[in-house]
Every structure is written in C-alpha cells, then in structure tokens.
C-alpha cells in the first residue's frame, strides 16, 4: 500500500510519523507544504472528508499569532481556505490519504493502523 502524506518536513509530529510508516514498511510519497502550497482545490477536497475545526491546527504558533480578524476568518471555510493556503503551518499535520480516498489527521498512530 502506498498512502500520500502532507505536512511539513521538520515538524515533529511529521517526523514520528515518517518512523511510524517506515516501520510498519507503508509506502508513502511526501507533499511539503513549504515547497508545494497547498491549491484551492486541495484543501476543499480535504473538507469535504472532515470539517474545518479538524484541519485548522488551532494549538499550534501561527495561529496564535493570528490577528483576531484573521482567526475570525479561520472559522468559515470561504476565508480560511486562502488564509490556509498562505499560511500552511495552520493545517493540522500530518494529513495522510488512503488509496480508497480516506484520510486521517494528526499522528494517531491507532487510526493510521486501521487505515492500513
């Protein structure tokens, strides 16, 4: 099996994820957000698989560093897709895709196994 994982490079949560599927000997092609931003069209098609409060990484330093305005715009799809397109430290990590087009967010290793 082979699974596509989005996130970014030297963020923990994907590194424990990267040993995690490399120990279970999962394939997986890696999207960098810091070298491939995330598309209108890629970020839609993840909610139409899980909802907004999921994908924003509402824990993490860019958002926190959000104006109020802008976390104002985080919480309706329409504002936060170019918000998180332009800032895709925001999106939940790692997001992984299945062959039979499902997905999982975080590092919840049970959840990722089960998808396996």
């Known amino acids: 099996m082979s699974v596509l994982v989005y996130g970014?490079?030297?963020?923990?949560?994907?590194?424990?994820?990267?040993?995690?599927?490399?120990?279970?000997?999962?394939?997986?092609?890696?999207?960098d957000y810091k070298k491939q931003k995330p598309t209108e069209a890629l970020l839609k098609g993840f909610l139409k698989k899980t909802n907004l409060d999921a994908l924003v990484n509402r824990k993490g330093m860019t958002y926190r560093k959000l104006s109020d305005t802008e976390k104002e715009a985080s919480q309706n799809s329409d504002t936060a897709i170019p918000l998180l397109m332009e800032r895709s430290s925001m999106i939940k990590r790692p997001i992984i895709t299945y062959p039979d087009g499902s997905l999982t967010l975080g590092f919840v290793p049970e959840e990722i196994e089960a998808k396996l």
């Open 8 to 31: 970014i490079k030297n963020c923990n949560t994907m590194k424990k994820t990267f040993d995690f599927l490399e120990e279970k000997g999962v394939e997986y092609q890696f999207v």
